[in-house]
Each structure stands twice: as C-alpha cells, then as structure tokens.
C-alpha cells in the first residue's frame, strides 16, 4: 500500500501506513501554519481490500463543525468524485475506502487542477467576445489572469465575478466554469442578452499558488486575500492589488465573489449590509438577485447563511463589502457547501462539480434579472 500527494494540488503527510486498518495521516497546514482543512492524495492498494484512514490532527483544523456530517471525496477515474463512509470522534477525521481499482484519489471536495484552470482560459479565448488579460503575477510567478467578455461600451454595466480567493474552495471554479461556457453558448439565450447589455470581467482563480500548494484558505506566503481589500501590498497580496487596480479602471456594477463554506450545509448568499452607505437601492437589487437565484436554482436558498452585519458594521477588509462600497454597487459573497445542500441532499455525491456549474448557469439568470437597474 502506497500514499502519495506529491502532485498539483497535494497535501497530505503520510505519518504511518504500518496497519491497514489504522493508516496515520495529517494534513499539513497553509503556509504560515494558520489554517488547514484541504486534503488530497493517492492511495494504491489492493482491489478489494478495505483500509481505513485516520486523519489524526483534524481535531486541530481550521473549521471543526466542518467534520460534523462530513464525507470526503473519492474518484477512481479523477472525473466521478462520490462520497466515502466518513466519520469524526475525538479530534481524529475516519475514511474507509474500499478499492474498486489499484488507485483512488480522496480530497476534501473535487479538485480544480491548474491544468484544468489552463484549459478554462485556453477554451474562452477563441470567443469572439473574449480577450484573456494578464493581470500580473502571483508570488511564486503565476499569471494572475482575467477573462474580459464584451467590447467595454461605457454604457454597458461592468459585472465582476472572481472565485478561488480561498484556494481551497474547488467547488468556486467548478460553478465559475459553467456560468462562462453558459454565457459564451449562442443557443442560450440569457446569455446572449446579458452580453448585450454588459461587460463581464471575471477571475476564475484568485489564488493560483494556494491551489497549487495545496492550501486551504492562503496564498504563497499564507496571506488571506478576502481579508485584504482594503490595503493590498504587492509583497502580501499581489491578487488583490492587481484586481483592484483594474476595477478602479473599469468601474463595478455587480460584484460577485464565489466561495465555499465548511461548515454550512446550504448555498447562500452573503451581502453588504453593514457598509456604511448600504442603501434602499441595494437592499433592493439584492432582495430581487436572491428571490430570482432561488426561482432558478432549487439548491439556493436564502433561510440559513451567515449573521447579518449590523449597520456600519462590516468587516471592510472583505472583497465584497469594500467593493460595494467603493463603487456604490450589489455585490454578493455566494456560498457553496463542502457537505451537501440539506434541502435537496444526494447521499452519493453530497455538493458536487455538477450541481456547482448548473448554479453558475442559474446565476445568470439572476444576473439578468437585476442588470437593467445596476446604476
Ligand atoms: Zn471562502
């Protein structure tokens, strides 16, 4: 029997692999040592056999109800990603997998490859509307890139999505994925008409050297990009100080930041409310935006989420409260769940790539919805 995580996106530390029914593992921490919840590895052993995996520092992890009714994904084929008998008592996180094949992949949610996230960019750009723009470079010397839709007519709005600021947040790029190839399909009709009517301006990953490494919620030198918007640096958060720097150019008029919640077992959205000139007007685009999200996606729902924000209340270092009140605009942090969504749950795949791209589908529906009022 065989562990190894030594490929893109790996993390796991073998501890000890003696006893098949009692393999010791951790999962080693973002840089800076103060988060940690992502694992991902290989496993070879022999078809038929059971091992069970023992996640010995869990109890130490970044998000504990995240254990709570948690089941770790599994794929043999590395496209099917279904869920693992999975169990947490006492600061120690179980899997049983039993071998179908020589080789299973277990991660805590469906990995995003940066090859996957090459051939996302490579595939968007032969659109006539699309021009890919590089942003920058991250600080193990990625490009940080941005997929520009649309001619950039100052009377169109500027829509804003980015995801994967929190390099673990898979499920992130999955639904970013979907809305892109929906919005670029000629037969889909909400699409061809929100490109009539706005210029979209989307990163689908935030933070490409977290991806790669393996981290949980951290860049290269384990910074928080959601925590940094109001005073990016270039040594700390070059993203942030990157995209800023370009919606300062080109304007914001729906920002939509695309994450994942360890602990929730719903999708839901997270506004601005506590922004110092939150208004009526917005409180009415957001009302609208979620009551047309929850008609075209049956997994969202807006009854569980996070607390609301008293008023002036917001954390301002977060994406979506300094952008909505910089630019005066809706923007929306829009949850997913590791687990499954409670409502409509599915015990074989719990949330999934597919249910997060139907969701990037449903977005736009909501996006359609509100773009006419946007200014
Ligand atoms: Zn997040």
Avoid at 6 to 26: E, H, P, R, S
Wanted: net charge negative; hydrophobic share 40%.
């Amino acid at each position: 029997m065989h562990i190894t995580a030594n490929f893109d996106a790996g993390n796991i530390d073998v501890i000890n692999t003696d006893d098949k029914n009692d393999i010791q593992l951790a999962i080693c921490p973002d840089v800076g040592g103060e988060f940690f919840q992502w694992f991902n590895f290989r496993l070879s052993g022999q078809i038929g056999e059971q091992y069970v995996l023992n996640i010995l520092n869990a109890g130490e992890a970044s998000y504990l109800e995240g254990w709570e009714n948690y089941q770790a994904v599994a794929s043999y084929d590395r496209q099917h990603w279904f869920r693992l008998p999975t169990s947490y008592k006492e600061g120690k996180l179980t899997i049983v997998a039993e071998l179908e094949c020589e080789t299973i992949q277990i991660a805590y949610f469906a990995p995003y490859s940066y090859e996957r996230h090459q051939d996302l960019l490579a595939a968007v750009q032969v659109h006539p509307l699309v021009t890919l723009e590089h942003l920058g470079e991250t600080l193990d010397k990625r490009d940080l890139t941005l997929v520009k839709i649309g001619d950039g007519a100052t009377h169109k709005r500027n829509i804003w999505i980015t995801a994967r600021q929190h390099p673990g947040e898979t499920m992130a790029e999955w639904l970013v994925e979907g809305l892109l190839y929906s919005l670029l399909d000629s037969d889909n009709a909400t699409g061809k008409q929100l490109l009539d009517k706005a210029n979209f301006y989307i990163v689908p990953n935030m933070n490409p050297d977290g991806s790669v490494r393996g981290h949980l919620r951290t860049n290269a030198v384990g910074t928080n990009l959601n925590r940094e918007w109001q005073s990016p640096s270039l040594d700390k958060s070059p993203e942030v100080f990157h995209v800023i720097h370009k919606m300062e150019a080109t304007g914001v008029d729906l920002f939509y930041d695309v994450h994942g919640d360890e602990a929730l077992p719903y999708v839901f959205l997270a506004g601005s409310q506590g922004t110092p000139s939150y208004s009526d007007r917005l409180a009415g685009l957001r009302d609208r935006f979620s009551d047309v999200l929850k008609l075209a996606s049956a997994d969202f729902q807006s009854e569980f989420g996070y607390e609301i924000d008293a008023p002036s209340e917001a954390n301002m270092t977060v994406a979506t409260n300094w952008v909505a009140e910089r630019f005066d605009c809706l923007a929306n942090t829009l949850e997913m769940p590791f687990k499954d969504n409670d409502n409509l749950p599915d015990e074989e795949m719990g949330w999934s790539p597919e249910r997060s791209i139907k969701l990037g589908e449903a977005s736009l529906i909501a996006m359609l919805a509100v773009v006419d009022d946007l200014r």
